[in-house]
């Protein structure tokens, strides 16, 4: 079978560095696979040493009707070499991918700073569960011979997805790695991976450091059941706001219901019933006060009405109708000096009659009051409290209150911080 491309199957220096130029698409809505199937592979064994460092490298697929995928590329780096290392399986020996990047001496490079290899793949014909990422890793840096940290990452539509770490080992013949993400999904927008180092690397005696990848693989199986993507927990939803619910469905849900919880799942609200597949315009419900225990949940239904399946929220998530920006925690002051509290107010059950401030030295066992203010202006400068001790189990607290009294939303700092005395 021919497989049709995108761009082109050829790739130099410049595009390699800057974008990617193959790409594999085929619908195939009917295909079942199981067990898990290898969607991509990425091998740069034998490549031709006088092409130089410009590396077709086009992907070659199991099955290749799953997945839409670009070239490997190198990101934010320079130097991309050919290796005369013998291939980890010991079979092929090849030249092999790498890069190295320039560190002066006595001097290192942050994490995020360092070159990574990247790919993007895209679900094709309905999303697909990752189940697990093989390749080959090593590296080549004289000044510290011990193993590296590393970091693979995953992104889609400038969003951080998650990551996993693994180790690499001070050999650039490279030692197999395999990763199995937790709930990954792809969708027919494009996830992008990333894998560089995860730590300092240093330049003491050597002008750089090369980082290895090889015979990468990336396996999954497509999605039979509904699949929650967002909110799945840890997420800071605004009330009132309109938030985009998102999941991932088999060919053959046709329609699904929407329900959200806020204790925790112990009841249900309907969101939305017969809804089409397509990420759904919530209006984020006003409750009184910060909700820190909500969940989603999404079932979906075939042509006959039967029910395929459902999924809920991984964690909870929060529905946030006032946030204590500052002092959130973490930080040290010094008795009577004049510190910024700030606060940020979403839609509210009613208009906020006045607002009302509190500090504690003791972790809440008691609240001082620090005043009350009319209308809510979001922002205070507060003169510190006299203290003859430091204190570290310091907050604030903030109060919404409507014209009758009541309080229609609170905060309070995340985490402790310290109050010292007047040097």
């Not at 079942?32 to 740069?44: I, K, M, Q, R």
């Not at 504690?360 to 609240?367: A, K």
Request: hydrophobic fraction near 35%.
């Amino acid at each position: 079978m021919s497989l049709p491309t995108r761009f082109g199957t050829g790739v130099s220096v410049i595009a390699l560095l800057a974008a990617t130029a193959f790409s594999l698409f085929v619908t195939s809505a009917t295909l079942a696979v199981s067990p898990p199937a290898l969607l991509v592979e990425y091998n740069f064994e034998n490549v031709d040493p006088n092409q130089g460092v410009s590396i077709p490298a086009p992907p070659s697929f199991e099955d290749q009707a799953l997945v839409n995928s670009s070239d490997l590329s190198i990101v934010q780096g320079s130097g991309v070499f050919l290796l005369n290392a013998t291939d980890r399986d010991g079979v092929v020996p090849g030249n092999q991918m790498s890069f190295q990047q320039g560190i002066p001496g006595f001097s290192s490079v942050e994490p995020w700073e360092y070159n990574s290899f990247q790919f993007d793949i895209s679900a094709v014909g309905g999303p697909l569960q990752i189940t697990s990422i093989t390749f080959s890793t090593g590296h080549d840096n004289a000044d510290n011979p011990a193993t590296h940290d590393g970091i693979i990452e995953y992104w889609r539509d400038g969003n951080f997805l998650g990551s996993d770490t693994f180790n690499i080992i001070f050999d650039l013949s490279g030692r197999p790695v395999g990763i199995a993400p937790a709930d990954l999904i792809l969708m027919e927008q494009p996830t992008t991976f990333k894998i560089r180092f995860n730590q300092k690397v240093y330049g003491l005696n050597s002008g750089y450091t090369q980082l290895r990848i090889d015979d990468v693989g990336v396996y999954g199986v497509p999605v039979t059941i509904p699949q929650l993507y967002s909110p799945n927990g840890g997420e800071f939803v605004r009330s009132g706001s309109t938030y985009a619910i998102k999941w991932g469905a088999p060919v053959e849900a046709v329609r699904f219901d929407l329900k959200y919880s806020t204790d925790n799942g112990a009841t249900w609200i309907t969101i939305g019933s017969g809804l089409p597949y397509t990420p759904y315009p919530w209006i984020v419900p006003t409750p009184k006060n910060n909700q820190t225990k909500c969940l989603l949940k999404v079932i979906g239904y075939d042509r006959s009405d039967s029910k395929l399946g459902a999924d809920t929220s991984d964690a909870p998530f929060t529905i946030e109708v006032i946030r204590l920006d500052s002092p959130n925690g973490g930080a040290t002051y010094i008795s009577k000096e004049f510190r910024l509290i700030a606060w940020t107010t979403n839609v509210t059950k009613n208009p906020v009659e006045k607002v009302i401030l509190y500090y504690t030295v003791n972790d809440g066992s008691t609240w001082v009051k620090i005043g009350t203010l009319s209308g809510n202006p979001g922002i205070v400068f507060w003169e510190l409290p006299e203290v003859t001790k430091s204190n570290t189990k310091c907050k604030v607290k903030v109060m919404l209150k409507n014209k009758n009294g009541d309080t229609i939303g609170s905060d309070v700092s995340n985490s402790y911080f310290t109050i010292t005395p007047i040097p």
